[in-house]
């Protein structure tokens, strides 16, 4: 049986007939049994029987009653599902968890279908897919090539075409490193935005659940439907409406942080740097301004994951078996997490005094740009590199990724192309927290230029920030412009409306206005800046504007609608038509 699993694809084969919930999970379930000896995949994968329920409960729903009706999924085995063992890869820590995880809830609640769990680096801890008795887990591509990790079985689920997209949990990039070695993308949302109720923490304060799928379309779809404030978990945040499904679209002209030469590291790979520029070329052709960033402050908070006192938050999960039980708990887990126990409170307020510093110092390089553009991972290393020298291998995948979480970032990691052996190979978009469908937007358009069959969207994609068309005391040194300024707005661009307007002066004062008025006929292009301001601060922008002035829509020369300053008809009594001369700045020179 052949189906693209892809959700609108797999919808479609569902709607013409050409298969079934039962008959597609019968086959998946024999497909990844066959391929579970060699790649160590699952560590339960459900039977006849455990999939039986899902499937009856789903005969009874009609397909357009549930968004995901019949998608099969797999799930990183440290997240729970009612029923089932949950082992974080370490038999003697398992339990069988009473209920699932609120993620896990909501995917079933909409119609998909678990088929199993699946295999990581034990408790979570490591990037390779290597560190688990249940084996370990090659490569999709090349069986000499780690998965990556920790979310290892997750990723293979989806590159070896047995589900349509999984669960990975990400604290330091175990839901991207693996996502970029098997041509995946990897959604690592913004932390709190997919609930972690009913997940096996390694940092509780860093983790988050992550998606893989194969294509950014997909990703935008599932955490559309899934971001939900869950009272259950007490580090769930409220997805902003800048954020939600319609935030999905095609990118306009935007800037991308690239890191300086100075800070990028490929560890000796010699195809990096080119494959890197070339990804640099395509966020360019798409309409980006690349601009040079001081990586130097995120790479100095990426080392504080492992050297500063968050490895304590892993001991907490592991720590007391480890005492009880050592053999339990895999050597190299043990060496990584040797040095919690001496971790004191002084040490730990220190470390969180220079996260706050070095946040301080990072927040600010994002602010004037739409996302930041890495590598994903330097270098990929063999399995026989990660066996001779298993802590530093996994540090250097772990470069460009264990910032992110304890920044609080978005990220999302995208396929971008192929190494000379074939090994995928891809990049990182990063951006500001709850900019998801934003990055997820820029990730769409990336695999469409690579040839990835996909509709573009038919609106402009949005994020955090919101641009705001200006026409007169707003301008760029004017008398009101510092109302802008103080709300963290920077310039944009100068450019014209489209012929529809007419200008007029009001009367009144003190500060000298504007109205621009939008007619049928007898209209000119008006002299306009575009600025651009955080959402949050456009309400208290709009409350403080005065009447006859407000804020709607104006069409700009090159067509594109956006937010500005329009004035109300009724206005205009006693004001003067100034539209000859094409502007507020023009009629200022005249009237000084």
């Known amino acids: 049986m052949t189906v693209n699993l892809q959700l609108d694809a797999l919808r479609a084969a569902y709607r013409d007939g050409r298969t079934t919930p039962r008959k597609l ?3 998946l379930r024999d497909k990844a049994a066959a391929l579970n000896p060699d790649y160590h995949l699952f560590i339960h994968l459900l039977s006849n029987a455990e999939l039986e329920p899902y499937l009856a409960a789903l005969e009874q729903r009609d ?131 997919l609930s972690t109720a009913g997940v096996v923490p390694a940092c509780r304060t860093l983790d988050c659940v992550s998606t893989f799928t194969a294509t950014a379309r997909e990703a935008s779809q599932l955490l559309a439907l899934c971001a939900r404030l869950d009272p259950d978990d007490c580090y769930s945040r409220r ?39 070339d990804a640099i070329e395509q966020l360019k052709a798409l309409g980006g301004e690349a601009q040079e960033l001081d990586l130097s402050p995120f790479l100095e908070a990426a080392r504080l994951l492992y050297d500063g006192p968050w490895v304590a938050e892993r001991y907490s999960v592991a720590g007391t078996l480890m005492q009880q039980q050592p ?51 330097g270098r990929p290393v063999t399995l026989a590199e990660l066996a001779a020298e298993p802590v530093l291998r996994n540090a250097e995948l772990g470069y460009y990724s264990n910032f992110m979480n304890l920044l609080d970032y978005a990220a ?41 069959p996909a509709p573009a969207p038919s609106t402009p994609a949005r994020h955090d920030r919101v641009q705001l068309v200006v026409c007169g005391a707003h301008l760029e040194g004017l008398p009101l ?11 944009i661009e100068a450019i014209h409306s489209s012929p529809d307007y007419r200008l007029h002066a009001l009367a009144g004062g003190p500060v000298r206005r504007p109205g621009m008025v939008r007619v049928k006929e007898g209209g000119v292009a008006i002299a306009v800046e575009v600025w651009e301001l955080p959402s949050s601060e456009l309400g208290s922008l709009l409350n403080g504007i005065p009447a006859p002035l407000g804020l709607g829509k104006v069409q700009l020369a090159d067509g594109r609608w956006e937010t500005g300053f329009i004035c109300e008809p009724c206005g205009l009594e006693g004001a003067v038509d100034i539209s000859h001369l094409g ?9 000084p």
């Open 412 to 452: 999302v990691a995208v396929p971008s192309g192929f190494m000379n052996n074939g090994l995928p190979w891809g990049v990182t978009l990063f951006g500001r927290a709850f900019t998801d469908q934003y990055l997820l937007s820029l990730a769409d358009a990336m695999q469409r230029r690579q040839g990835l």
């Open 239 to 277: 997805n902003p409406q800048w954020n939600d499904a319609s935030a999905f679209g095609a990118p306009r002209p935007f800037r991308f942080g690239v890191p300086r030469a100075q800070d990028l590291e490929f560890f000796g790979c010699s195809e990096g740097p080119q494959l890197f520029n």
């Open 481 to 491: 412009n510092s109302q802008l300024t103080r709300r963290g707005a920077r310039l």
């Open 25 to 27: 999970l019968t086959h």
């Open 63 to 193: 397909l357009d009653s549930l968004p995901l009706y019949g998608v099969p999924f797999a799930i990183k085995d440290n997240i729970d599902l009612a029923g089932i063992a949950t082992t974080a890869a370490c038999p003697a820590f398992a339990y069988v968890a009473q209920r699932s995880a609120t993620i896990v809830q909501q995917l079933l609640d909409l119609g998909a279908i678990p088929l199993g769990k699946t295999n990581l680096d034990q408790f979570a801890t490591g990037l390779n897919g290597s560190r688990s008795p249940y084996g370990a887990c090659p490569n999709s591509v090349l069986g000499e090539y780690p998965s990556g990790g920790s979310s290892a079985g997750s990723s293979l689920t989806v590159a070896l075409g047995v589900c349509s997209f999984a669960l990975g949990t990400d604290t330091a990039g175990s839901g991207r490193i693996p996502a970029a070695l098997n041509n995946l993308l990897g959604l690592k949302p913004s932390k709190g935005l």
């Open 327 to 377: 053999d339990a708990v895999l050597p190299v887990i043990h060496q990584v997490l040797a040095k919690a126990p001496k971790v004191d409170g002084v040490q730990t307020f220190n470390a969180q005094y220079r996260l706050q510093a070095l946040k301080a110092r990072c927040d600010p390089l994002l602010a004037g740009l739409d996302c930041v553009l890495t590598p994903t991972l």
């Open 583 to 591: 502007g507020w700045r023009a009629y200022l020179k005249q009237h």
